[in-house]
């Protein structure tokens, strides 16, 4: 049988992600999650589409490797594919989904310290992953070099608030919901992430 | 002197791999349809049983074995028509009659 696609009638927008996602972006993730949830595969892409990059960098920034934030980015998409009946409650798609990716981060960073392999302090210095360099301009290429050495001496909870609040410009509430934290929490890990950066960095505020 | 921004300026954080998007549309796709051929019925039983007839001769030994003991008669056990009951003294010893004399405890300047 041919699934039906569904469009949930669409309720308010939440504000706090309206800063950096367009109403019209977060209503094309809401029609997508509708029509998957009515069991269109379909609709996978539109959504891998509009955040796959955003999930990739989180997980990229939390555990510092590549690898591991490809695996992040299969593991929320196929839970988006069998959580199906969950989707028509999602109010946020954008939170939504980096909230899963957040677990599932948390999640493998778990069982690397069970199995004992490498600990959560050294995996940011093998294969870094935080930040894209241009070659073809060598005074951003040393900065990005810095950068991302600085960014593998914060502790991931630091690196993850900062990439929530700086790259995705989200607010506080909405860094401290993702990461499941009060917005106190988040707003001080942004904090005092940067403060750290700055230091390591040797720059000064202004 | 920079702002929280300026830091990264002109920098971008990394982006997915191309061929990640094929990848993990594939994954999600295969997921999905397993998801469909599988009802939640499925999952609950166990289909990991390669003999499915020790899974129901299991269940057929356990109703049987119920029904015995439901209704097997029971064996009555007698119980004697009187009970003895043993009487209990302290230690034989007779009441001292003094022990219990009241006293009668008059306050001064009563009459």
Do not use: C
């Not at chain 1, 939504?96 to 677990?103: A, D, N, S």
């Not at chain 1, 999640?107 to 690397?112: G, L, N």
């Not at chain 1, 960014?151 to 401290?176: D, N, W």
């Not at chain 2, 300026?6 to 349809?33: M, N, W």
């Amino acid at each position: 049988m041919e699934p039906t696609p569904v469009i949930e009638p669409l309720r308010a927008l939440p504000s706090f992600s309206k800063r950096t996602m367009p109403k019209r972006s977060q209503l094309e993730a809401l029609v997508a999650l509708a029509n998957l949830a009515a069991g269109d595969a379909s609709a996978l892409e539109p959504l891998y589409d509009l955040f796959a990059k955003d999930l990739y960098g989180l997980a990229a920034w939390r555990s510092g490797s590549a690898e591991e934030a490809a695996d992040v980015v299969q593991e929320v998409f196929v839970r988006l594919a069998l959580q199906r009946d969950r989707l028509l409650e999602v109010r946020d798609p954008r939170a939504y989904v980096l909230t899963m990716g957040h677990r599932i981060t948390l999640d493998q960073a778990r069982k690397k310290l069970r199995r004992r392999t490498v600990s959560l302090e050294e995996s940011p210095a093998l294969d870094l992953a935080y930040l894209e360099t241009d070659t073809s301009d060598a005074e951003r290429t040393v900065d990005a070099a810095r950068a991302e050495r600085a960014l593998s001496r914060l502790p991931a909870v630091q690196r993850e608030a900062i990439y929530l609040h700086i790259f995705l410009e989200m607010t506080f509430a909405a860094v401290g919901r993702v990461t499941r934290v009060s917005t106190f929490t988040a707003a001080t890990r942004v904090r005092l992430g940067l403060r750290r950066l700055r230091r390591l960095l040797g720059v000064e505020r202004r | 002197m920079k702002k929280n921004h300026e830091l990264f300026a002109g920098l971008r954080t990394a982006s997915p791999p191309d061929d990640l998007r094929d990848r993990v549309l594939d994954a999600a796709r295969r997921s999905a349809e397993e998801r469909t051929t599988v009802d939640r019925h499925e999952i609950r039983r166990p289909v990991g049983i390669h003999h499915p007839w020790v899974w129901r001769a299991a269940v057929l030994v356990l109703l049987l074995g119920h029904v015995l003991v439901s209704f097997w008669p029971k064996p009555r056990t007698e119980l004697p028509e009187t009970l003895a009951v043993r009487q209990m003294r302290s230690a034989e010893q007779p009441e001292a009659p003094e022990a219990v004399a009241l006293v009668r405890v008059v306050p001064l300047g009563f009459p």
